[in-house]
């Protein structure tokens, strides 16, 4: 803090707490223009407020009292919370995070625990409880409600990052910190505490050297006060309202509750949580938020109970939409609840089931799909062999699923599209890894073969209907949308793996699909480290298949079918080439990568015949390789490697060729080279050329 503004802090606060004190929450009325400024002005006090008790407590010690007393009045206006305007509640939503910063304090227990009674019952609880706006959400806005009540780690954030922050949201914050607060240790409690501790005299004498916290002497014992509603009372709303706010309650003791003993949680579970999934007229708003709970508590589950919170859990994933009711908060609820479950290496002992219910509620709606699909991800991730075993079986129906969601045109893919693709990558990262320690001989060969015929089969039909379709429908020549480009690698690379023969490359139109993928790659730019890989890993599997049963049009250029115009196009080799070119510009591990690619294409067989695409690839790759040199050739680094040693793979085909362009792109270019050259091989260089076929480079 600026030392002349530090003096002037207390009259700057005093100016602050007259402006909250002159709110009014009681009316719904908008007053205009004034009244919306007022609110951003408070708005603005209550965050200097965070700021100065979180990070210029020197100087707001004095007057977290006066701040606390001015959030306590605006907090207790939460019982209406659910009839105010965004900007209102957002007041409320910071007043309550005020609250929670001053407790964090030193002297914070002394200044907030005289009021946890209070607040408890009379400000955060009233927020905690199901309004009428929750159900109007629910069923006009079920993703802006998950984002706000049921958030988990499969639910992407969007959109302005203030409408995250509720009153709902830092009420259960607050009653989070209270739960964990002690007392300062060895001193007096405030009068609040004492009483409360003063009903606990009774219980054993090991407990009274031993400081409890307020979860166990007060948030706990509140809740219990709110009956668990069964068959014979869930049709009362009050009753489900206020149980609705035990179950966030619990989601907000999380924290507490992980540092209680072995059997504290599975007993609170079993007694406040798994009866609701046994109710014959459940609930969706209360299953949903017993969903979230479970999701938020999976980390401190014993082994023994979570397959009975699993089992709930399945069944709540599978839970359809009612005549009146949307189901789908529980079943987002529910799969980030068991992604969390899996995360926490619970392993169910079958995993069809699973699997059926999310590939069969794959394509009913866009949101859902994309949340089911990256559930799938976790799941694959998890099981690993377990998994990985049903693919075959699954694959069709899901691809199946991912070509309804397909745009009939050449338009950018919706994101359900990218979060398929990318759940397929996942699933033939898992295969591949399988394969490699599985597959041996006879029997146990013939099966991971046939399940890579399928998988192939199914990957294949998928991409024709993504790149090739479209471009038959058309009357005029469109290229397929750069989208999944890395995750597409993947699955034409698993195509290639499927190939036995030259008339499955004719089946599965690989040649086809190499060419859509070639043009699309030379395009590339959008170049991240954790995107590209897949890419190169392509490339050699595509050189790796010329080489044992030849491509069409890998070197030589195409003519399209009609009823597009009958102009060459560019072989394959050239797409891959254009895209190696770019690639040794970028960043290291694209270099390294690239140039090791190089070394492949220049080195093919059968470029007898076309001799002009070999040379054009070696000028190409010889300027961007020099031309990167220059840019770092001050200091020697490990980088000099890759890209002089893609100048000597040209220039061992093409010396005149390459010695002109090296000197063309700089007077005596060839000389700077040679000389780079020689320094590489000296036993100085680090690091050190190890392989043979580098050493041979340099000869």
């Known amino acids: 803090m600026p030392s002349c503004l530090a003096p002037h802090v207390a009259s700057f606060c005093h100016d602050l707490f007259g402006i909250l004190d002159s709110l009014s929450f009681d009316t719904v009325v908008s007053f205009g223009d004034e009244h919306s400024l007022r609110l951003k002005t408070a708005k603005r006090c209550l965050l200097i407020f965070c700021a100065l008790i979180t990070r210029h407590r020197k100087h707001s010690d004095k007057l977290m009292a006066d701040m606390i007393n001015c959030a306590l009045k605006i907090v207790k206006h939460s019982s209406i919370v659910s009839r105010l305007d965004f900007q209102s509640e957002r007041i409320i939503s910071l007043a309550f995070d005020v609250i929670s910063h001053v407790l964090e304090t030193g002297p914070g227990w002394r200044l907030v625990s005289p009021h946890f009674s209070s607040l408890l019952d009379s400000a955060i609880f009233p927020t905690l409880v199901m309004n009428e706006k929750d159900i109007s959400e629910w069923?006009?806005?079920?993703?802006?409600?998950?984002?706000?009540?049921?958030?988990?780690?499969?639910?992407?954030?969007?959109?302005?990052?203030?409408?995250?922050?509720?009153?709902?949201?830092?009420?259960?914050?607050?009653?989070?910190?209270?739960?964990?607060?002690?007392?300062p240790p060895g001193g007096n409690s405030s009068s609040a505490s004492s009483s409360l501790l003063k009903r606990k005299k009774g219980e054993k004498s090991k407990r009274t050297n031993q400081r409890s916290s307020m979860g166990e002497l007060l948030v706990l014992p509140f809740l219990s006060k709110f009956p668990l509603p069964t068959a014979a009372n869930a049709s009362q709303l009050q009753v489900l309202n206020n149980y609705f706010g035990v179950l966030m309650a619990y989601g907000g003791l999380s924290d507490f509750l992980r540092e209680q003993n072995p059997g504290f949680t599975p007993t609170l579970l079993r007694s406040r949580l798994l009866p609701l999934y046994t109710i014959p007229e459940q609930v969706p708003y209360l299953i949903a938020s017993a969903n979230w709970v479970l999701g938020e508590l999976a980390s401190c589950l014993p082994d023994e109970m979570s397959s009975d919170i699993y089992s709930s859990l399945l069944k709540a994933l599978a839970m359809v939409d009612t005549a009146d009711t949307t189901c789908y908060p529980v079943r987002v609820s529910a799969a980030g609840a068991i992604s969390q479950l899996l995360e926490n290496?619970?392993?169910?002992?079958?995993?069809?089931?699973?699997?059926?219910?999310?590939?069969?509620?794959?394509?009913?709606?866009?949101?859902?799909?994309?949340?089911?699909?990256?559930?799938?991800?976790?799941?694959?991730?998890?099981?690993?062999?377990?998994?990985?075993?049903?693919?075959?079986?699954?694959?069709?129906?899901?691809?199946?699923?991912?070509?309804?969601?397909?745009?009939?045109?050449?338009?950018?893919?919706?994101?359900?599209?990218?979060?398929g693709f990318e759940a397929l990558a996942v699933i033939v990262h898992s295969w591949e890894s399988c394969v490699v320690e599985e597959s041996g001989e006879g029997e146990s060969n013939e099966k991971w073969a046939s399940g890579q015929a399928t998988i192939g089969r199914a990957f294949s039909a998928l991409l024709q209907e993504a790149w090739l379709k479209p471009k038959q429908t058309s009357e005029i020549q469109i290229s397929a949308p750069p989208s999944c480009i890395d995750?597409?690698?993947?699955?034409?690379?698993?195509?290639?793996?499927?190939?036995?023969?030259?008339?499955?490359?004719?089946?599965?139109?690989?040649?086809?699909?190499?060419?859509?993928?070639?043009?699309?790659?030379?395009?590339?730019?959008?170049?991240?480290?954790?995107?590209?890989?897949?890419?190169?890993?392509?490339?050699?599997?595509?050189?790796?298949?010329?080489?044992?049963?030849?491509?069409?049009?890998?070197?030589?250029?195409?003519?399209?079918?009609?009823?597009?115009?009958?102009?060459?196009?560019?072989?394959?080799?050239?797409?891959?080439?254009?895209?190696?070119?770019?690639?040794?510009?970028?960043?290291?591990?694209?270099?390294?990568?690239?140039?090791?690619?190089?070394?492949?294409?220049?080195?093919?067989?059968?470029?007898?015949?076309?001799?002009?695409?070999?040379?054009?690839?070696?000028?190409?790759?010889?300027?961007?390789?020099?031309?990167?040199?220059?840019?770092?050739?001050?200091?020697?680094?490990?980088?000099?490697?890759?890209?002089?040693?893609?100048?000597?793979?040209?220039?061992?085909?093409?010396?005149?060729?390459?010695?002109?362009?090296?000197?063309?792109?700089?007077?005596?270019?060839?000389?700077?080279?040679?000389?780079?050259?020689?320094?590489?091989?000296?036993?100085?260089?680090?690091?050190k050329l190890s392989r043979a076929s580098e050493l041979k480079l340099l000869g």
Not at 141 to 169: C, T, V
Not at 497 to 508: D, H, K, M, R
Not at 511 to 521: G, H, T
Request: with cysteine.
């Open 487 to 687: 995750d597409s690698s993947t699955l034409l690379k698993s195509i290639m793996l499927s190939v036995t023969g030259t008339n499955i490359i004719t089946e599965f139109k690989v040649s086809e699909l190499l060419s859509v993928w070639a043009d699309l790659i030379a395009d590339w730019h959008a170049w991240e480290e954790s995107e590209d890989l897949s890419v190169f890993d392509c490339i050699k599997e595509a050189v790796s298949l010329y080489t044992k049963y030849g491509l069409p049009d890998f070197l030589t250029k195409r003519t399209p079918p009609p009823p597009a115009p009958p102009v060459p196009r560019g072989s394959i080799i050239e797409g891959i080439g254009a895209f190696i070119t770019e690639a040794i510009a970028q960043y290291p591990s694209a270099t390294w990568r690239a140039s090791s690619c190089v070394h492949l294409l220049l080195h093919l067989p059968s470029y007898a015949s076309e001799l002009d695409v070999k040379q054009s690839l070696a000028i190409s790759f010889s300027q961007a390789a020099f031309s990167h040199f220059r840019e770092i050739r001050t200091r020697p680094s490990a980088m000099w490697r890759p890209l002089l040693l893609v100048i000597s793979s040209c220039y061992l085909y093409y010396p005149d060729v390459v010695e002109r362009i090296l000197n063309k792109i700089e007077d005596g270019g060839f000389a700077v080279w040679a000389s780079a050259l020689s320094s590489l091989a000296s036993s100085s260089f680090e690091p």
């Open 139 to 183: 069923e006009e806005d079920a993703d802006e409600y998950i984002r706000k009540n049921l958030p988990s780690d499969l639910e992407e954030i969007s959109g302005w990052r203030d409408d995250l922050f509720s009153a709902r949201k830092s009420a259960t914050n607050l009653l989070g910190v209270i739960s964990m607060s002690k007392g």
């Open 345 to 419: 290496d619970y392993q169910p002992s079958e995993w069809m089931p699973l699997l059926n219910i999310v590939i069969g509620r794959i394509g009913y709606e866009d949101e859902e799909s994309c949340i089911l699909f990256k559930l799938l991800s976790s799941v694959v991730e998890s099981g690993n062999e377990n998994v990985t075993v049903h693919i075959p079986d699954i694959i069709s129906s899901l691809v199946g699923a991912i070509v309804k969601y397909l745009p009939p045109n050449m338009e950018p893919w919706p994101q359900v599209v990218e979060q």
